[in-house]
């Protein structure tokens, strides 16, 4: 187990927060707040020192497939080609929806405010 804590730690410059938000800046509108809102609690938590370590690997999964230019279905099909990522991003939110408090969410939300000022 102290590989895998050791492990995650060092991955933890593989989801920097640069990376991120110019991805999540450039499909934000796509995507839709509610699942960037989503995502952004998921970094977050990953982000958190107080994240046990499996729910960060689930969160790590999720946030490496979203970043990876790899995808079942890719991105630059339009509409559809998040379907992929949102369906992954939607099922770790649902095993962590514990960790996923009133108050995380509604920093996230804050957060990704500037992506939508005009638009919800």
């Not at 977050?44 to 960060?56: D, E, G, V, Y």
């Not at 960790?99 to 996230?108: E, F, I, N, V």
Request: glycine share 4%; net charge positive; with cysteine.
């Amino acid at each position: 187990m102290k590989f895998f804590s050791k492990s995650v730690v060092n991955l933890h410059g593989w989801v920097n927060e640069q990376s991120f938000f110019a991805k999540l800046s450039r499909n934000a509108l796509r995507l839709g707040k509610p699942v960037v809102i989503q995502l952004y609690s998921l970094f977050l938590l990953f982000k958190s020192p107080q994240t046990p370590l499996r729910s960060k690997m689930l969160i790590l999964g999720a946030l490496l497939y979203f970043l990876s230019p790899i995808d079942l279905i890719p991105d630059f099909l339009g509409p559809l080609g998040f379907t992929d990522d949102i369906a992954v991003i939607a099922m770790v939110c649902k095993q962590l929806q514990t960790a996923l408090t009133p108050a995380l969410k509604k920093q996230a939300q804050n957060a990704i405010n500037r992506f939508f000022t005009n638009k919800a």
